[in-house]
């Protein structure tokens, strides 16, 4: 390797972890205690028309950015520019200058550098550096952050230390969400990745997808994998190609985890439309809106933003995952229909799984534990301000009911009957657990699982190469951004009460949230900690940056 390539790539490793650092540390939590009205000039358009260069026209958002989302200092200049053009947003134009970076010989990518160290811990300290760990240090002590909220170096969790543990893997952390009961058996279960085989992947790269077909072991209560089917045929252990379709089992679980199911359900449909209805449909004095708010604000910013990062051609999503440009965008737009919102029930989603019954299933718990806390603080604050009949006759709540039914792929799934207290409750624990857990399991919590190359590969190379250094640094910087400073769940959100007769009772309502919500903190401090578990402390209050 010559000295001028080693040269380049030590200024470009150089230029975009300063870059990575610089969006960690400036990205200022926002202020959800004041609702803001919505312009009404709000409209949905196709993707492509935002961004010409992501060829995308199934998935629609916002047409621009509001400026109550902004974070950059309302200085003159920019109030200036603000009167003169509603639609200007600062930090959009700088990351439309580095987007266009990215497609240029200066961009992060350097074809040609070498393998990680086989060492995973060297790997780490290589990529994720000094610099890096100093940074998050220094944004801790400026935002004044409770230490359980800043961010830890990466910990190897136990089922990926020599070889992942499919069996582990598929009950708790990210990839809780795949399993399920193979029709007709007791015991048969299974992850079916095969649908990302229908997408064009890199030639040098194992593609991405498999079915893998696990046995639950009843004596000694454990889930073990049986058969893998992948581009390698179908492999069962024992045969030697057992470790590299397990490794392409896991690649396959996280490709589906970052781009399906954190990027495409939780952002660009679940996300945006939700925030699009709530803010044009309800006014800012609307009881309804005053419990939203705060899951909502900053979303069409924010969104905007990370598909700058991520989505554009020369993207993270590109440069990491297995999935060619064309194979990406094709993927995102498909999936987009396969978005319900059921999903983030997880008592719903475990009996459409079939996973009931004698499976220890201990992210499910959790998550369960965490729904239920959502799902009864929205029926408190519904019934200190409606009856059932009463919600029946309110105008913006039903014209947000019948907006989020019409735009959401699948609707929202209510059964046909006259919507109550209690429906109107599951709905909005939905979309809160949406924003809140299900964001923080497949995106957050990725930052414990993804780094960890040897045993859990974001792509597979055919010729058993490790990755390039430059794609994992690129993975480390995106899981890094990942995990900027966001606005915590345990905020106090009483300010957001309605003013009134009932604005003290429903201070209370918010306050009993958060109560509970420290008592679930508080429970699980007491057990263990572990990189799977979802603490309400680590929680945001939204998917937003
Ligand atoms: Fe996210």
Avoid at 212 to 220: G, K, P, R, S
Avoid at 222 to 249: H, N
Avoid at 379 to 406: C, K, M, N, S
Avoid at 445 to 466: E, G, I, K
């Amino acid at each position: 390797m010559s000295l001028m390539t080693t040269l380049q790539w030590t200024l470009r490793k150089g230029f975009w972890n300063f870059v990575a650092k610089r969006k960690y540390q400036r990205n200022i939590p926002m202020v959800v205690d004041r609702p803001h009205r919505t312009p009404a000039r709000l409209q949905l358009i196709p993707l492509v028309q935002v961004y010409p260069s992501i060829p995308i026209s199934d998935i629609r958002i916002a047409d621009h950015s509001l400026q109550d989302e902004g974070r950059a200092k309302q200085g003159m200049l920019r109030r200036l520019l603000t009167r003169l053009y509603p639609k200007f947003f600062p930090e959009e134009l700088v990351l439309r200058v580095l987007a266009w970076l990215y497609t240029t010989t200066c961009g992060p990518m350097q074809p040609g550098r070498p393998e990680i160290p086989a060492d995973p811990y060297v790997a780490l300290d290589q990529a994720y550096t000094k610099g890096h760990r100093r940074t998050v240090i220094q944004t801790s002590a400026a935002l004044n952050l409770d230490p359980k909220r800043t961010l830890k170096p990466p910990t190897l969790p136990p089922e990926l230390e020599q070889f992942p543990d499919l069996g582990m893997l598929a009950l708790r952390g990210p990839y809780a969400g795949y399993l399920k009961k193979v029709k007709g058996t007791r015991t048969q279960y299974e992850w079916d990745l095969r649908e990302l085989s229908s997408y064009e992947s890199y030639p040098d790269l194992y593609e991405p997808w498999a079915h893998v077909l696990f046995q639950f072991h009843e004596q000694d209560v454990t889930l073990k994998p049986c058969r893998i089917e992948c581009q390698l045929g179908t492999i069962v252990p024992g045969d030697p190609e057992w470790p590299l379709a397990s490794r392409i089992a896991v690649c396959a679980a996280t490709t589906d985890t970052a781009l399906i199911r954190h990027w495409t359900w939780t952002h660009l449909v679940g996300g945006e439309l939700f925030a699009f209805a709530t803010r044009t449909k309800l006014t800012d004095s609307h009881p309804l809106y005053r419990l939203l708010w705060p899951h909502l604000v900053g979303t069409q910013a924010s969104n905007r933003l990370a598909t700058l990062g991520q989505l554009v051609p020369g993207g993270d999503f590109e440069a990491v995952y297995s999935l060619t440009y064309k194979g990406l965008c094709h993927l995102i737009s498909k999936s987009t229909a396969t978005f319900r919102l059921g999903s983030f029930d997880p008592r719903e989603d475990r009996h459409r799984r079939d996973i009931r019954g004698i499976l220890p299933t201990p992210t499910l718990d959790n998550c369960k534990r965490l729904f239920r806390i959502m799902q009864a603080h929205a029926y408190r604050y519904f019934r200190l301000y409606y009856t059932d009949e009463a919600i029946r006759y309110d105008e913006q709540i039903q014209d947000w009911v019948g907006e989020l039914d019409r735009l959401l792929p699948n609707g929202l799934g209510l059964p046909p009957v006259k919507l109550g207290c209690v429906a109107l409750a599951n709905v909005v624990a939905k979309l809160m657990y949406m924003e809140c857990v299900h964001h923080e399991q497949v995106g957050t919590h990725c930052w414990n699982y993804q780094l960890w190359a040897h045993t859990h590969p974001v792509r597979v190379y055919r010729d058993n190469r490790r990755v390039p250094e430059d794609v994992y640094q690129r993975l480390v910087n995106t899981n890094y951004v990942l995990n900027i400073v966001r606005t915590p769940l345990l905020s106090d959100l009483t300010s957001l009460a309605l003013e009134g007769e009932r604005m003290e009772e429903a201070k209370r309502v918010f306050r009993v949230f958060t109560d509970r919500l420290r008592d679930l903190e508080h429970a699980m401090e007491r057990e263990p900690w572990a990189p799977w578990k979802i603490y309400p402390a680590q929680l945001e209050v939204s998917i937003n940056a």
